[in-house]
């Protein structure tokens, strides 16, 4: 969740450090701080609470600059943010270091440390590393046996950059569990929690494995294993256009982002669909032999992934017929499971790095699933290597924390696995050839939807002095009421909440008056009638109706007289879970934006969750 840089170099690496810590700002952080060893080869750190600009600027009346050090932007897990919580910490002005991921038996460490005399002066479990190295460093004498040792006995998650002032010509990275990149320069090397802070100076790239360490040097770089064997680690070529991280136009990412749905949803199609059919072995060479002996699918994810996963299930059941489970990763993976014979493991992940659906996705390989598959936007992530099979979506770097195009293009991922499956089980089926056709013309149909945008804009002004709001759908459409319902929460902090419009009266009810808002999809299918007289329900307590619908004609008459419409274009009910999205999406982009908060970045949260 939070970023680390770290560089060795001929030249000054300030500047360095802090223009890839401002490419990481996106993930979310409460703290900012650096540590370089200047050019008396003196350990020099500075932190500060709040934004990484503030850094820059201390750095600069500090006139802190040097050839080695380490930056970090920190999200609280232990302490409040405070300077005396942020990152690096440093033992004895010999050793400074920078951490993501968690420390659980960080308690008992901070007892064994006190009582060797150790002080501390943070709350946070990450002070523990940088004395665990000293006092290992006293022993061993060498920083590399120092820091395999001390890092022995960490239990938890972490990525490390490590360095000291007896080696002011070095940095050393660890790896277990939490993402850590290293980077490949011309007389200098780096690493990184994200390639997106060093796209600016390098392309090639070193993914590290869990139980890595790396020496970086400036004209090389030595990574060990956990048994402390030199090994090599595939160089990847990243050609990533620069633009892609830059807002351009657009005032936040998320707009930017939003906007990007058609193009999006036209990448992750681009060479998976054949005239007629989904093309063969688009989920691996092998996947169609495995799929066959599928009988049962089990969905695994967090947040907005989840709630795709949910949408996937619809349809798996409604086309295929296979049953699926669909389950939160943070409650899979601490409850006893019973895995369904020839059951087909399925995660979820924007990042692929995704703390608890990646633990899910490794317990899962050690029970008796029939596979494994990730769907997944980041080549090269945790999940993408560890899945037997893998689905790239395709849908560019997303910058804003709340996701968007990411959670279309695992739709448009969910939809083609489900054709698939399909396929396999029903022979000469008609349908599939209508499905893919109406996929193909998807990302027009996603531009005339966007052409609403000044519409949900003009909505949006009714809900800046709400607190509180209810989204409602049925069918395949409640998982986008509880998307729908995410989105306004996340970034502009009302209150909102996702129904099935038929369990209004089992409770959600007693909350309609005159100053709740409730948004509804209700697209002309089988569910019409009904979701009409939930809508009646709403009406009669005075609730005030958004109502998205391709059915407008209905809502002109007298019974409807005042809700509030945005037409939307005929679709195929199937694709109504991805259409019907994109409208909630600017909704709670232009609320946020009325109500001046932090689109992009909002409190509390952050783009990769690599903790638990």
């Known amino acids: 969740m939070c970023g680390i840089v770290g560089a060795v170099a001929n030249r000054r690496i300030g500047n360095l450090l802090i223009d890839g810590l401002k490419k990481l700002e996106y ?3 409460d703290s900012a701080g650096v540590a370089i060893i200047n050019d008396k080869q003196e350990l020099q750190r500075l932190r500060v609470v709040g934004k990484v600009r503030e850094l820059e600027l201390a750095m600069k009346k500090h006139a802190l600059d040097g050839h080695t050090g380490i930056v970090h932007t920190r999200w609280a897990t232990h302490g409040i943010p405070a300077e005396r919580n942020a990152h690096p910490f440093i033992s004895h002005d010999e050793f400074a270091v ?61 990525a490390l950059g490590i360095i ?78 620069q633009d892609a991280v830059e807002r351009g136009e657009y005032r936040h990412f998320m707009k930017k982002e939003i906007m990007e749905q058609p193009e999006a949803v036209a990448a992750c199609l681009e060479g998976r669909l054949g005239i007629d059919h989904v093309m063969p072995a688009i989920f691996g060479p092998q996947a169609e032999t495995i799929f066959s002996k599928v009988e049962h699918v089990q969905f695994v994810a967090c947040g907005t992934s989840y709630h795709a996963a949910m949408i996937g299930r619809y349809w798996f059941e409604a086309l295929v017929g296979i049953p699926c489970s669909v389950e939160v990763a943070s409650e899979f993976r601490y409850r006893h499971i019973a895995p369904t014979k020839n059951s087909l493991f399925v995660v979820l992940s924007q990042s692929g790095e995704t703390a608890d659906t990646l633990a899910a996705l490794r317990l899962a390989k050690t029970m008796n699933y029939l596979s494994t598959l990730a769907i997944c936007n980041v080549s ?62 998807l990302p027009t149909l996603l531009r005339k939807i966007l052409n609403q945008d000044e519409a949900i804009a003009h909505w949006a002004k009714a809900f800046t002095n709400k607190e509180h709001a209810i989204f409602l759908g049925r069918g395949a459409l409640y998982p986008v009421a509880l998307e729908g319902a995410l989105k306004m929460k996340e970034i502009s902090y009302i209150h909102a909440e996702g129904y099935p419009a038929g369990e209004l009266k089992h409770g959600p009810l007693a909350l309609v008056d005159t100053n709740m808002p409730v948004i509804a999809t209700v697209p002309g299918d089988d569910l019409l009638e009904k979701t009409l007289s939930n809508l009646q329900e709403v009406r009669a ?17 007298d019974a409807f007289a005042d809700a ?17 999205t994109i409208p909630l999406q600017l909704l709670a982009y232009h609320v946020a934006v009325l109500k001046g908060t932090d689109v992009d970045q909002p409190r509390n949260l952050a783009k990769s969750v690599t903790v638990e």
């Open 380 to 441: 090269n992530s945790s999940m993408t290597r560890d899945a037997h099979f893998s689905f790239l979506t395709h849908a560019g770097i997303e910058i804003g924390v709340a996701s968007t195009k990411a959670f279309i293009t695992q739709l448009i991922a969910l939809f083609l696995l489900t054709i698939t499956f399909r396929k396999d089980r029903f022979k000469n089926d008609l349908m599939q050839a209508d499905l893919v056709e109406q996929l193909r013309h």
């Open 564 to 580: 509030h419409l945005i037409a939307m274009p005929n679709s195929h009910t199937l694709l109504n879970p991805i259409t019907y």
């Open 164 to 241: 000291s002032k007896q080696y002011p010509d070095r940095l050393i990275g660890v790896r277990q569990g939490t993402p850590l990149v290293i980077g490949l320069g011309q007389g200098e090397n780096y690493i990184a929690s994200d390639p997106l802070a060093l796209l600016s100076i390098t392309k090639y790239f070193k993914y590290l494995e869990d139980d890595d360490i790396v020496e970086v040097l400036l004209n090389k770089i030595t990574i060990y294993d956990k048994n402390d064997e030199v090994i090599d680690r595939e160089t990847h070529f990243l050609d990533i256009n």
């Open 541 to 557: 307590r005075g609730g005030k109706l958004y109502v998205l619908t391709d059915q407008v004609h209905l809502f002109q008459q």
């Open 98 to 158: 920078v951490h993501n991921g968690i420390i659980e038996n960080h308690v008992l460490l901070r007892e064994e440390l006190l009582q060797a005399g150790y002080e501390f002066h943070s709350e946070t479990d990450t002070e523990v590393i940088a004395h665990l190295i000293h006092q290992y460093f006293l022993k061993e004498k060498d920083l590399l046996k120092a820091v395999r040792k001390a890092t022995i006995e960490l239990k938890g998650t972490y």
């Open 27 to 29: 993930r979310g952080y």
